[in-house]
């Protein structure tokens, strides 16, 4: 190499000075040296037919989006970028390079002849190579999320945030593979990050606390039971429901659902519990302090490992779920504001397996097939109802333990047996809960 400019490092930065550290960025070198440390995937963007030097050339992105380059045309089943250069000489082959990230990786490039791109939102760093000839000093390479997916495993410091004690209803979500933030949404319900919970969805309870514990404001720590996520990627859709083992107290208000996703330029409260402070910006664990920020949609970049699954506010209520953090432009909120969502939280308010306290109020404790649930006065007297036809298919081994004002029926036979007359008795006169 005819210069000694060392490396031109141009990070994709955000708004503080922390920012310029390793922990993120793309970047162009010039004399084969990398940047330092662990967080970049560099590439040889070696043009074998240019004799300008380029065999000394790298181009360095964030780890996790398969970055390749190629000199023979697109990379199959890759999302991939032209770069060339218009004043080349035919021979130097600079019109069938590429680089290349895979398909779901969350960032929109964008290759440009003429200077950075300044008005679509995009930051670039510059492609220069001084000993080519052939104008590569006004060549960037320019880089954008896309709203409102993207997933990062390095995100950015809480700032501005400040430690609270607000909202107890918002706590925090540990397991074996997480640790996240939730917030109460049903007295024993709570609603977190689908990628908080792998995007896993359980059709049976477990008690033993293999799916993790959430732990609220006052200190009260309830067993995760079952999930239910409603997302498989991080963005728009990244929203799941946990069932907790038993009520909370009622010292702790559930916080209720919004109708409506915000729009850009709303002004919004980010909880969760993330790092506190630009020293932990590399961590990948959340920290064990709720902190909250005052932000604006659209503009916040306020997100840390340990915050996501944690909840957006407006005017008290949830509008959004912390997802993962932009590098650089905002950060990115599931909704679950959807009707989707909100009547599962519904169902499960009067469907979730019984826990140590029973069900609630009108519901019987029912063992069926191994997983206990909860049955109106209703569907117990439909039960037996059915079990004085012959032709009655009663599921094998349904066990109603119920209530004062609900009947005690037990089938242990066969998929279409009847129910034993001798162990039913008849319901009271006067039903004491929903019967008539």
Same mark, same amino acid.
């Given at each position: 190499?005819?210069?000694?400019?060392?490396?031109?490092?141009?990070?994709?930065?955000?708004?503080?000075?922390?920012?310029?550290? %390793?922990?993120?960025?793309?970047?162009?070198?010039?004399?084969?040296?990398?940047?330092?440390?662990?967080?970049?995937?560099?590439?040889?963007?070696?043009?074998?037919?240019?004799?300008?030097?380029?065999?000394?050339?790298?181009?360095?992105?964030?780890?996790?989006?398969?970055?390749?380059?190629?000199?023979? $045309?697109?990379?199959?089943? !890759?999302?991939?970028?032209?770069?060339?250069?218009?004043?080349?000489?035919?021979?130097?082959?600079?019109?069938?390079?590429?680089?290349?990230?895979?398909?779901?990786?969350?960032?929109?490039? %964008?290759?440009? !002849?003429?200077?950075?791109?300044?008005?679509? $939102?995009?930051?670039?760093? @510059?492609?220069?190579?001084? =000993?080519?000839?052939?104008?590569?000093?006004?060549?960037?390479?320019?880089?954008?999320?896309?709203?409102?997916?993207?997933?990062?495993?390095?995100?950015?410091?809480? %700032?501005?945030?400040?430690?609270?004690?607000?909202?107890?209803?918002?706590?925090?979500?540990?397991?074996?593979?997480?640790?996240?933030?939730?917030?109460?949404?049903? @007295? /024993?319900?709570?609603?977190?990050? =689908?990628?908080?919970?792998?995007?896993?969805?359980?059709? %049976?309870?477990?008690?033993? $606390?293999?799916?993790?514990?959430?732990?609220?404001?006052? $200190?009260?720590?309830?067993?995760?039971?079952?999930?239910?996520?409603?997302?498989?990627?991080?963005?728009?859709?990244?929203?799941?429901?946990?069932?907790?083992?038993?009520?909370?107290?009622?010292?702790?208000?559930?916080?209720?659902?919004?109708?409506?996703?915000? =729009?850009?330029?709303?002004?919004?409260?980010?909880?969760?519990?993330?790092?506190?402070?630009?020293?932990?910006?590399?961590?990948?664990?959340?920290?064990?302090?709720?902190?909250?920020?005052?932000?604006?949609?659209?503009?916040?970049?306020?997100?840390?490992?340990?915050?996501?699954?944690?909840?957006?506010?407006?005017?008290?209520?949830?509008?959004?779920?912390?997802?993962?953090?932009?590098?650089?432009?905002?950060?990115?909120?599931?909704?679950?504001?959807?009707?989707?969502?909100?009547?599962?939280?519904?169902?499960?308010?009067?469907?979730?397996?019984?826990?140590?306290?029973?069900?609630?109020?009108?519901?019987?404790?029912?063992?069926?097939?191994?997983?206990?649930?909860?049955?109106?006065?209703?569907?117990?007297?439909?039960?037996?109802? !059915?079990?004085?036809?012959?032709?009655?298919?009663?599921?094998?081994?349904?066990?109603?333990?119920?209530?004062?004002?609900?009947?005690?029926?037990?089938?242990?036979?066969?998929?279409?047996?009847?129910?034993?007359?001798? /162990?039913?008795?008849?319901?009271?006169?006067? !039903?004491?809960?929903?019967?008539?």
């Amino acid at each position: 190499m005819q210069v000694a400019v060392g490396t031109l490092l141009a990070l994709l930065a955000t708004h503080s000075s922390a920012d310029t550290n %390793k922990c993120w960025g793309f970047a162009f070198t010039n004399d084969n040296k990398p940047p330092s440390g662990d967080d970049y995937e560099c590439v040889s963007v070696d043009e074998p037919s240019d004799p300008d030097t380029w065999s000394d050339n790298q181009f360095c992105a964030p780890k996790g989006i398969g970055l390749r380059w190629s000199f023979g $045309g697109p990379i199959k089943g !890759m999302k991939c970028t032209p770069i060339q250069e218009d004043a080349e000489p035919e021979d130097h082959h600079w019109r069938d390079n590429y680089i290349c990230i895979e398909r779901d990786a969350q960032w929109d490039l %964008k290759w440009s !002849m003429t200077g950075p791109i300044e008005n679509e $939102g995009y930051k670039c760093v @510059p492609w220069r190579e001084p =000993a080519d000839e052939h104008t590569w000093h006004d060549n960037y390479l320019c880089a954008k999320p896309p709203r409102p997916i993207a997933t990062m495993t390095q995100q950015l410091p809480l %700032k501005g945030g400040a430690t609270t004690s607000d909202e107890p209803a918002v706590g925090k979500f540990l397991s074996v593979s997480s640790r996240c933030t939730a917030t109460l949404v049903a @007295p /024993r319900v709570a609603l977190t990050a =689908a990628h908080c919970v792998d995007y896993q969805s359980d059709t %049976k309870s477990d008690t033993t $606390g293999t799916h993790g514990t959430v732990t609220l404001g006052s $200190g009260a720590t309830r067993t995760v039971i079952q999930r239910r996520a409603f997302g498989s990627a991080t963005g728009e859709s990244d929203v799941a429901l946990l069932v907790l083992d038993k009520a909370c107290p009622k010292t702790i208000t559930p916080i209720s659902i919004g109708s409506a996703f915000p =729009a850009d330029g709303t002004l919004i409260r980010i909880f969760g519990f993330g790092c506190t402070s630009e020293s932990t910006t590399c961590q990948r664990t959340g920290g064990d302090t709720k902190q909250v920020v005052t932000a604006t949609m659209g503009e916040s970049a306020s997100l840390c490992p340990g915050d996501s699954g944690g909840p957006v506010i407006v005017d008290g209520k949830i509008v959004g779920v912390n997802s993962a953090a932009k590098w650089f432009g905002g950060d990115v909120f599931a909704n679950p504001t959807t009707a989707t969502l909100q009547n599962e939280v519904k169902a499960l308010g009067k469907e979730f397996p019984c826990g140590s306290n029973g069900c609630p109020d009108g519901m019987a404790k029912c063992d069926f097939q191994g997983g206990r649930q909860c049955m109106t006065v209703r569907s117990c007297q439909i039960l037996i109802s !059915m079990s004085k036809r012959d032709d009655a298919c009663i599921p094998p081994r349904v066990l109603c333990q119920c209530e004062d004002g609900f009947m005690a029926c037990e089938d242990r036979g066969s998929q279409c047996s009847v129910l034993c007359t001798t /162990r039913r008795r008849p319901l009271p006169k006067k !039903m004491t809960a929903d019967g008539e």
